[in-house]
């Protein structure tokens, strides 16, 4: 009997998400298993994994003690209730999430994905300025270009118009600062551009405008990752953080991409120096296994609801899988292997190297940046005239199906960002490869 893994089901009934359907299912992009640094796909060919599944899987795929975590999990304890209700592992994983956090932060929520983490972060910040008698203070900033997953609150505080233009008004009070790219004074950057910095003064202009006892929170991505890694210019986070303070507005770091390691530090709030209130986090807390996010809050945000009768729920927050058994057992598991391999900083280790190796393929075809920082980085591609994110489509194919390589694109933006296992024969193999890419489009 033939192997069915091998052989797919009828593609139509899956609509799938943030996909091209019609052109995926006329030459589907497949996945069988994976291992370390690589996938398989059906016909059996290995592929180097170049953007850690989804900014997800840092310790590599198929690592032993993660799936014996699961495995063992499933039979000692499925499933528990979150409400009124808790499990060991819940608060063994909060206490070592707090170990690795900044300094500042000392309680910890839990979510099942990125989006509902920024919800989570959204609602914490809404309601903190409420419990403290500031219940004016309802407006949300973000900034353009910004993405912020996909439910309400984090399309609207989100910058990314196609995926704001089809859902009407969606939170009202919000509005959002410029972006910082900037590929007249910028472009090839390695590291933190040097121009840029005073972009963060529209965020003066915007309280201004609104008036800043009206604003309750300013979320942004300390490195924008999924418009196309945009990085901070240098003293531009400062000066966010600086407003931020002047005016008590609650500074949320949306840090789903660079949490767990992929600037060379735990979170990015430790890599920049800049401390925000809120840390939203998701995607590397399991390694990209089980669905899981994780919100973590200064002692002055917890506190604020611990006011009431002992009797009464704090924080009308959460989700019936929120501190999932199974998700936890995944993550303390990812937090280990993290740790046994000191995966948490690797990529300080690598980043020059890495850097070095991406910029070498500044004088390829149509190619007109490349920025990189700590384990990520950026190739911009010149778009055809009239059919914008064509040619980032076309690399996404080559790279599949002609050169073994996972890519993701966005725009006509080429991002990279591998497993922190990687070593540097990999890096070179996948410059390589992303060359041969490039030199294939037209």
């Known amino acids: 009997m033939p192997d069915s893994t091998n052989i797919p089901n009828d593609l139509n009934s899956y609509w799938m998400p943030f996909t091209a359907n019609k052109r995926f299912k006329k030459n589907p992009r497949m996945f069988v298993s994976a291992d370390r640094m690589h996938y398989k796909t059906p016909d059996g060919r290995e592929v180097i994994d170049g953007t850690a599944g989804l900014w997800c899987v840092n310790a590599g795929h198929r690592r032993p003690k993660i799936v014996e975590a699961i495995q063992k999990q499933a039979y000692e304890l499925d499933f528990a209730p979150s409400f009124q209700m808790g499990h060991p592992k819940a608060f063994e994983l909060a206490n070592k999430l707090i170990d690795i956090a900044p300094d500042n932060m000392e309680h910890v929520m839990y979510t099942n994905s990125g989006s509902e983490s920024v919800e989570t972060a959204l609602k914490t910040a809404l309601a903190y300025q409420r419990v403290r008698g500031e219940g004016q203070r309802f407006r949300l900033i973000g900034r353009e270009r910004g993405y912020h997953g996909v439910n309400f609150g984090g399309i609207s505080v989100g910058g990314i118009v196609a995926n704001r233009k089809m859902f009407g008004t969606l939170l009202t009070g919000v509005d959002h600062m410029r972006h910082t790219h900037d590929l007249s004074r910028n472009a090839f950057s390695r590291g933190q551009p040097e121009h840029g910095a005073e972009l963060a003064d529209d965020l003066e202009r915007i309280l201004m405008l609104h008036d800043p006892s009206t604003v309750a929170g300013v979320i942004i991505e300390p490195v924008a990752g999924s418009t196309g890694v945009l990085i901070p210019p240098k003293g531009y986070l ?194 390589d490869k992303v060359s041969n890419v490039l030199k294939s489009l037209k």
């Open 238 to 431: 400062e000066k966010i953080k600086a407003i931020c303070e002047k005016h008590n507005i609650l500074l949320i770091f949306d840090e789903v991409i660079t949490g767990y390691g992929r600037l060379g530090k735990p979170f990015a709030a430790q890599y920049f120096d800049v401390m925000p209130d809120i840390i939203i986090s998701a995607k590397g807390l399991t390694n990209g296994v089980l669905p899981m996010g994780a919100v973590f809050v200064t002692k002055e945000i917890h506190d604020a609801f611990m006011n009431g009768p002992e009797h009464m729920i704090d924080f009308f927050h959460g989700y019936t899988y929120s501190g999932h058994p199974m998700a936890c057992a995944a993550a303390l598991a990812t937090m280990e292997t993290y740790q046994d391999e000191g995966l948490l900083t690797r990529a300080g280790e690598l980043a020059q190297y890495w850097e070095d190796a991406v910029h070498s393929l500044k004088d390829h075809p149509y190619v007109i940046d490349i920025r990189n920082i700590g384990l990520v980085a950026a190739i911009e591609l010149e778009s055809i005239k009239g059919e914008p994110t064509k040619r980032a489509t076309e690399a996404m194919d080559s790279a599949f199906f002609d050169n073994n390589i996972l890519i993701r694109t966005t725009g006509d933006i080429i991002a990279l960002s591998p497993p922190l296992i990687i070593e540097k024969n990999q890096i070179d193999e996948i410059i």
